[in-house]
């Protein structure tokens, strides 16, 4: 793993997610998979996670493995990302079964709220100051029912043979959120997926994206859609603020295997 030198950039990144009450393992996390050192992350904090989290830190599990390889022969077989699809994206709905998985978790657990932290700042609000989202982890075996109820459509949509890479928890935006346009990570995230889970909206707040010619297109979600998309060649992002109380959505995401 590469080391980096903290940029101003991300020590402003430091400053505004601890002034928002941002879980500090959470953020010594994020410095550390980004490639940050330990004792420069360390310093930045004046935080320590603990000898056993950090082994954890720098742990491989099998699935981790496999798509850091994929990683290295995917780069080796494509100079850039290929376009998959003819537009890029498509609406279309999750399976009810595990849906009502995903909402039973969800409702469960809102006492597990936490601040979420986001490298790179584009998840931010339009006053600057409030808290933009928060999210619920979900627990792995959720995960990967996931990631597989989506994969076969996926693999149709795509004609492409795809490796499931990582679902994130719940991220439940706020009054005033604003997602900022960006594409996602080229070496794990080419193939993107959002699942709404919850929305309490004043006006709809919707996703908005280029496809592959570059027209700007605004989808709206209900609960139990979803949207599949080229997600590291096409820039999207909610620039208009979240008029309302929240919107929950699932973040799910894929590469080609080239195995």
Avoid at 34 to 44: C, P
Wanted: hydrophobic letters at 30%; aromatic letters at 10%; glycine letters at 6%.
């Amino acid at each position: 793993m590469n080391q980096r030198v903290f940029s101003k950039e991300w020590s402003d990144w430091i400053l505004e997610n601890i002034s928002r009450g941002c879980d500090l393992d959470d953020i010594y996390s994020i410095l550390f998979k980004q490639g940050f050192n330990e004792n420069d992350i360390e310093k930045a904090l004046n935080y320590s996670p603990g000898q056993q989290k950090k082994i954890k830190l720098n742990e491989e599990s099998p699935k981790e493995k496999r798509i850091q390889s994929n990683v290295i022969k995917f780069q080796k077989s494509f100079k850039s990302i290929p376009k998959y699809t003819q537009k890029g994206f498509i609406k279309t709905t999750i399976d009810k079964g595990v849906f009502k998985k995903i909402t039973d978790f969800y409702h469960a657990n809102q006492n597990s709220k936490k601040t979420e932290v986001v490298a790179g700042d584009f998840v931010t609000n339009v006053d600057k100051k409030s808290t933009p989202s928060r999210t619920i982890d979900l627990p792995d075996q959720l995960k990967d029912e996931i990631h597989t109820s989506l994969l076969k459509d996926l693999e149709q949509w795509s004609s492409t043979k795809l490796l499931p890479t990582y679902v994130y928890g719940i991220r439940i935006y706020q009054n005033g959120a604003i997602l900022v346009p960006h594409k996602d990570r080229k070496e794990t995230h080419i193939i993107g997926t959002i699942i709404n889970i919850e929305q309490d909206l004043i006006s709809q707040w919707p996703l908005e994206i280029e496809d592959h010619d570059g027209k700007v297109h605004k989808i709206y979600l209900e609960p139990g859609e979803v949207i599949f998309y080229e997600s590291a060649t096409l820039m999207h992002g909610r620039p208009v603020p979240l008029e309302g109380k929240l919107f929950s959505n699932v973040f799910c995401h894929y590469m080609p295997d080239i195995s």
